[in-house]
């Protein structure tokens, strides 16, 4: 994968959060396992975190998280948005994106008028990135995708909204689609 690279003998932050989703997944597999066996993962984790080369997610068992200034995007990953060093419009973008894959784990999946919009919204936040970044822009949305669906019970949502969204369609956002 493209976004997990090394940079100048330093880990990238597309590495750092690609290995950080993999970890999770990996220890969040059920069954029982022993805390000393995700003890080197957890560490190394930590250890990233502290050197700033690895942002620090919530992980707490909830599928919103804590967004205080209600901008639909959790306060973590709107503080891994404003320390990325892309331009201001670059960052909107971000955020357009990653409020739009918030609102995907948090909508009703029985509600089709309601599933529509997410899907729509999640269309223009990918195309307001792609119009902002020129060959790192598959990069960044999946970027987005991997801070905002970080644990196993975000995870979990997003494949319920995929799955109810299966077998639909949507037109591509075109014009303005950045808000």
């Known amino acids: 994968m493209k976004s997990m690279r090394m940079a100048m003998g330093k880990v990238t932050v597309e590495w750092a959060v690609g290995f950080v989703f993999l970890a999770v997944l990996a220890g969040c597999g059920g069954g029982s396992s022993s805390s000393g066996s995700n003890a080197p993962v957890a560490q190394v984790l930590k250890q990233l975190q502290a050197q700033g080369k690895l942002p620090t997610l919530d992980t707490t068992d909830t599928i ?3 967004d205080a200034d209600g901008n639909g995007v959790r306060d973590d990953v709107d503080k891994f948005i404003a320390g990325l060093p892309d331009t201001a419009d670059q960052k909107k973008a971000l955020t357009q994106l ?13 509600d089709q008028s309601k599933l529509s919009a997410a899907s729509m919204a999640l269309n ?3 195309a307001c990135v792609f119009q902002q970044y020129s060959t790192t822009a598959a990069n960044k949305a999946y970027l987005m995708e991997e801070v905002t669906v970080n644990t196993m019970i975000r995870l979990k949502a997003y494949e319920l909204y995929n799955a109810a969204r299966n077998g639909s369609t949507v037109a591509l956002a075109t014009g303005a689609v950045c808000n």
């Open 64 to 66: 919103a998280g804590t």
């Open 124 to 126: 223009r936040g990918t």
């Open 98 to 110: 990653a409020a739009a894959v918030q609102a995907t784990m948090t909508v009703d999946t029985t």
